[in-house]
C-alpha cells in the first residue's frame, strides 16, 4: 500500500512529514530527525513517530490533578482558619467580622493560610497544564470538601438546600469540563496584551470592577454582616482579575525561561500588582466571612 507523503515546513530537523494511506484513510505524523543533504532532486530523510499529541493528553492530566489536589487544600485551609477564628472568639478579642485582626497571632489560622498557600500554589501550576475553562470550574471541588469536614470538625450541619447547592455545583463543574471549549492558544505577553485591549474585554472588566467597587464601599458596610452574598460575591468576582493574572504571569515565566526578558515589560507587573490586590481582598472578605457565617455557606 502507497502512502502520499505531505512535508510541513521547511526540510530540516525538528520538522515533520505527514503521511497519509487514502486507501485506509490513515494519517501518520513524524518528526524529522536527521536530514542528508543529497545533490539533486532527493533527501535521505530519518523519521520517527511525533509524541506531541500524547504529551498534549500527559498535560491535560497533569493540571486536572492539580487542580483537583488544590481544591482539596483549599477546602482544608478554609476549616483551618474558622478554627483560629473560634479560638480568637472565645479569646475574646476583636472579631474578624468586626475589623479586628487579632487572628494574625494565631498559629492556625497560619496553619490555614499556608495550607491555602500551597493548595493556590498548585492551581497556579496547573493553569500552565490545563486550559483555565477546566481549572477554574475544578475550584467548586473545595465548597464540597469545606463542607464535609465541617460537618466534622466544626460540627456544622449542612441543610437541606446546602446539600443541594454542593451537588448542583458539582454538577456545573463537570459539565463546563466536558463541554468546555477549546481555549484560544496565547504564547505571549504581546498576545496578552491585544486581548486586553478587546473592547469586550474591556467592558467586562469596568462592569466588574464598579461592581466589586460598589460592593466593598456601599454595600458592605451597610450589609455585610447579615447577608452572606456580599462578602462571598466580592471573593468570587475579584477572583476573575485573580484567574487571569496567574495565566499571564504562566506565560511570562515561560517565556522569560526560554530566554526572552519578560521581567522588563510592563505588562508583566501590572499582572503581578492585579493578582497581589485580588489575592489580598479575597482573604480579608473571606475572613470576615468565615467568621460570621456557617463555614459551608
Known amino acids: 500500500m502507497e502512502a502520499a507523503v505531505r512535508g510541513n515546513g521547511s526540510c530540516a530537523q525538528g520538522g515533520s512529514v505527514s503521511l497519509v494511506w487514502p486507501e485506509s484513510a490513515c494519517r501518520a505524523v513524524c518528526r524529522i530527525v536527521s536530514v542528508e543533504q543529497l545533490w539533486g532532486q532527493n533527501a535521505s530523510v530519518s523519521a520517527e513517530p511525533m509524541r506531541g499529541e500524547h504529551w498534549g493528553h500527559q498535560q491535560f ?147 466588574l470592577l464598579l461592581t466589586v467597587l460598589i460592593l466593598i464601599f456601599y454595600v458592605a458596610p451597610r450589609s455585610g454582616q447579615t447577608n452572606v452574598l456580599i462578602y462571598i460575591a466580592i471573593c468570587s468576582l475579584i477572583g476573575a482579575f485573580s484567574v487571569s493574572s496567574v495565566k499571564g504571569i504562566n506565560i511570562a515565566i515561560y517565556t522569560c525561561l526560554a530566554g526572552q526578558p519578560t521581567y522588563r515589560h510592563p505588562l508583566t507587573w501590572i499582572l503581578v500588582a492585579s493578582l497581589l490586590t485580588s489575592i489580598i481582598t479575597q482573604v480579608n472578605y473571606l475572613n470576615k466571612s468565615l467568621d460570621l457565617f456557617n463555614t459551608s455557606l
Open 61 to 207: 492530566y497533569v493540571g486536572l490533578s492539580l487542580a483537583i489536589m488544590s481544591s482539596v487544600l483549599i477546602g482544608i485551609s478554609i476549616i483551618l482558619k474558622k478554627k483560629g477564628l473560634l479560638r480568637l472568639a472565645e479569646l475574646g478579642g476583636t472579631r474578624a467580622g468586626d475589623g479586628g485582626h487579632g487572628y494574625l497571632r494565631d498559629w492556625m489560622w497560619w496553619a490555614g493560610l499556608l495550607t491555602m498557600g500551597g493548595g493556590e500554589a498548585m492551581n497556579f501550576a496547573a493553569y500552565a497544564f490545563a486550559p483555565a475553562t477546566v481549572v477554574t470550574p475544578l475550584g467548586a471541588l473545595s465548597v464540597l470538601v469545606s463542607a464535609v469536614l465541617a460537618s466534622y470538625i466544626l460540627a456544622e450541619r449542612l441543610n437541606v438546600l446546602g446539600k443541594v447547592g454542593c451537588t448542583l455545583s458539582i454538577l456545573g463543574s463537570t459539565v463546563m469540563i466536558i463541554h468546555s471549549p477549546q481555549e484560544e492558544e496565547v504564547r505571549s505577553l504581546e498576545d496578552i496584551a491585544l486581548k486586553l485591549q478587546d473592547p469586550g474585554f474591556l467592558v467586562f472588566a469596568s462592569i
